[in-house]
């Protein structure tokens, strides 16, 4: 199987720093790609990932602040020099139409490279790819913003011992798959017989919100949760997030509790919080299972937990 990781372009909130880039993140997921928030410098920081614009498959937008957007130019400017040869996907916000229409047309260019626009209006699963459906959902900030999850449907995992025992293999294995049941040797082997219940992963980004219950239900059971944590309840900033319609880093960790997430990833970091540490320190007693994203890392997904498990709370 191909690799599932976050690949983290830029953590900054508002204001770039001289170690944040603006906000990005890919998402590889098997052989898509999925590019979420580009921000200013998103074509350099790819690079500087060593990520090619061919692995872009899909870009999705939460909000239309810049912070949020303004790399998306950029990106698409790249696809078109690298003569992307398939058209790109990007799903945004429906009210935000005006700015993406602006962002795609504001420099000249040949536009060889079809962009398929996908406004969102309202929760829904906005596309059904094969490895995975996302979702879409309204958030709760000062402009419309949309969270999203990427969730991959249930499955079964073979039993190599179990199909040797029944005498299921080769093509036999795909038709039991497909049908539910062969015949061997005079004898029925079902699925069930020779598999085992595959949960599927998920992944949800919350980006740019206030504590809402749809942030919740963007997470709830996720593998991985991508989650701005822009502001600290610790140095008395919770009122500033509630102003703004941002969250804390306590409050990313409570939402990832009240969700049964797996694992939280913190990002959009204030510009006058010069030090991850400070928000790890703040999650990680509510929620063990954090980590606070930088520019650069990369995040594998959690390995796959077994069918029915949840997160600890």
Do not use: K
């Not at 209006?121 to 709760?140: I, N």
């Not at 709830?220 to 319609?245: H, I, P, Q």
């Amino acid at each position: 199987m191909a690799a599932r990781e976050l690949v983290v372009l830029g953590t900054a909130s508002q204001a770039p720093t001289r170690y944040r880039n603006h906000n990005g993140y890919l998402l590889r997921w098997d052989g898509e790609g999925v590019l979420f928030d580009p921000g200013e410098g998103t074509q350099r920081q790819l690079v500087l990932a060593g990520v090619a614009s061919s692995a872009i498959t899909r870009i999705c937008i939460t909000h239309f602040h810049g912070d949020h957007c303004l790399g998306l130019p950029g990106v698409l400017a790249r696809l078109e020099l690298d003569r992307r040869p398939s058209p790109v996907d990007v799903y945004f916000p429906a009210a935000g139409r005006i700015y993406f229409d602006r962002l795609r047309l504001c420099t000249y260019a040949e536009r060889r490279v079809p962009v398929r626009a996908h406004p969102v209006a309202a929760a829904a699963t906005v596309a059904e790819a094969p490895p995975f459906r996302l979702q879409a959902r309204p958030l709760d900030h000062r402009t419309a913003t949309v969270g999203w999850r990427l969730e991959e449907p249930d499955g079964v995992r073979m039993l190599a011992d179990r199909l040797d025992a029944s005498g299921v293999a080769g093509p036999l294995v795909g038709r039991l798959m497909a049908e539910g049941s062969v015949t061997v040797g005079g004898r029925t082997v079902h699925l069930d017989d020779v598999s085992e219940p595959r949960r599927g992963q998920s992944v949800a980004f919350v980006m740019d919100t206030r504590w809402c219950d749809a942030a919740v239900a963007l997470a709830t059971g996720v593998d991985l949760l991508v989650c701005e944590a822009t502001f600290l309840s610790s140095a008395g900033e919770d009122e500033l997030a509630d102003v703004s319609g941002h969250l804390t880093a306590a409050q990313a960790a409570r939402l990832a509790v009240a969700a049964g997430a797996h694992h939280l990833v913190l990002t959009h970091f204030s510009q006058r919080h010069p030090d991850e540490q400070a928000f790890l320190d703040e999650a990680q007693p509510i929620f063990p299972e954090t980590t606070a994203a930088h520019d650069l890392a990369v995040i594998p997904l959690p390995p796959r937990r077994a069918a029915g498990a949840t997160a600890a709370r």
